[in-house]
Every structure is written in structure tokens, then in C-alpha cells.
T-cell receptor, first 110, second 115 residues
Framework: NAGVTQTPKFQVLKTGQSMTLQCAQD?????MSWYRQDPGMGLRLIHY???????DQGEVPNGYNVSRSTTEDFPLRLLSAAPSQTSVYFC?????????FGSGTQLSVL | AQTVTQSQPEMSVQEAETVTLSCTYD???????LFWYKQPPSRQMILVIR??????QNATENRFSVNFQKAAKSFSLKISDSQLGDTAMYFC????????????FGKGTKLSVIP
């Protein structure tokens, strides 16, 4: 029982490159979400999903795409990376009014 | 929109002593949840404690307890018998209603436990 698994743990991109951050859960939770954490800030919501086939925007969605084809997976796509997207990214699942976080992906965009 | 404010960017406490971290929030809702998360250097976000707004009794988890003042919109975390492993960033967070699962975080308090 791995909980919430994020890959990769670290990534360096060049401006304009694309990539996908992976998030997988084995807890059968309907709710999944993506947050970013910048220095001196708390986490901010990027996108979320309340079930397969349903996604919606959070507080800071610009520059990011998501899809949810299965309950288990919720990938976050950066289509054209920008230095402003340098951050630590967390995936989370929710049940019974509690959120459970993955270990994060540290992304640097040069 | 809700806001969460943590007014203490950094704090320190002697090992075995007690420390209180402050958090205030702003909302017009009556049904909500409040959380404290711990983030050690490993970066993992660990749920410390949760409080339901409709419960008057303050939540307690072992050495961690909260002082929830609904009218004042205050939600402080007390850590008793501080241990070196308590050294971490602590984030206060707000979730509105049942089923929303959207957290609004404060900026965090960096706690250092001194041996």
C-alpha cells in the first residue's frame, strides 16, 4: 500500500520544454489535486478532480493541464515550461475531509 | 475567498518545553475544517491535527492540541514536551464545507527545537 506516489522526485527543464508530472494513488479516493509550493509561501491549488473524467481549476491554473482518465492517476502537464514554474509540486488525494499528500516533485526551469 | 494568516515566520523552543503556534483565518462560512500540517526537511506534508468547526471541543493528538476560538477565528497549535523531531515548517490550512477538499494554506511557521 504505497498511498500517493509522485514521479519524478526531481526534474530540470529548459524554458519551452514540456513534461508531465505523474501522480498515482492506491487508496481508491475519488478526489485528487495538485498544489505548488514556492519559497515563503504555503501550498496553492493548481487543479483538482472529483472523479474520473471530471477536472476543474484551482487558484493558479495558468500554464498547466490535467486529465483524469482513471481513479488511480492524475497527471499534471506543463506544455511550455517557464522559469516562473520553478517550484515544488505536490499531489494529494482526499477522503473523509482529510487530504493525503505525496512526497513532492522539485522542478527547476532554466 | 478565505484567507489564512500565520503571523510568526520563525519560532524556537527548548527541548521538553511547550510552544504555541498562532493562526487566524477569515471566512463567512459556518461549516468548515481547520488543519495543521507539518513539513520536515524531508519535504513530506504530514497531517498533525484536524478540527471540525461545528465541534466545540478542541482536538488533541498525543502531544499536539489546538485552541479553537470560532468567534475570534483563531486556531492555535500547542506542542507539549517538544522533541527534536518536531523541528519543521508548520502550516495552518482551511477547508470549507463537506466534500470540497480545497485547502487554503497560511505561509507557515518555521519551528526549531533546541537541545
Amino acid at each position: 500500500n504505497a498511498g500517493v506516489t509522485q514521479t519524478p522526485k526531481f526534474q530540470v527543464l529548459k524554458t519551452g520544454q514540456s513534461m508531465t508530472l505523474q501522480c498515482a494513488q492506491d487508496m481508491n479516493h475519488e478526489y485528487m489535486s495538485w498544489y505548488r509550493q514556492d519559497p515563503g509561501m504555503g501550498l496553492r491549488l493548481i487543479h483538482y478532480s472529483v472523479g474520473a473524467g471530471i477536472t476543474d481549476q484551482g487558484e493558479v491554473p495558468n500554464g498547466y493541464n490535467v486529465s483524469r482518465s482513471t481513479t488511480e492517476d492524475f497527471p499534471l502537464r506543463l506544455l511550455s515550461a517557464a522559469p516562473s514554474q520553478t517550484s515544488v509540486y505536490f499531489c494529494a488525494t482526499g477522503r473523509n475531509e482529510k487530504l493525503f499528500f505525496g512526497s513532492g516533485t522539485q522542478l527547476s526551469v532554466l | 475567498a478565505q484567507t489564512v494568516t500565520q503571523s510568526q515566520p520563525e519560532m524556537s523552543v527548548q527541548e521538553a518545553e511547550t510552544v504555541t503556534l498562532s493562526c487566524t483565518y477569515d471566512t463567512s462560512e459556518n461549516n468548515y475544517y481547520l488543519f495543521w500540517y507539518k513539513q520536515p526537511p524531508s519535504r513530506q506534508m504530514i497531517l498533525v491535527i484536524r478540527q471540525e468547526a461545528y465541534k466545540q471541543q478542541n482536538a488533541t493528538e498525543n502531544r499536539f492540541s489546538v485552541n479553537f476560538q470560532k468567534a475570534a477565528k483563531s486556531f492555535s497549535l500547542k506542542i507539549s514536551d517538544s522533541q527534536l523531531g518536531d523541528t519543521a515548517m508548520y502550516f495552518c490550512a482551511f477547508m470549507s464545507g463537506a466534500g470540497s477538499y480545497q485547502l487554503t494554506f497560511g505561509k507557515g511557521t518555521k519551528l526549531s527545537v533546541i537541545p
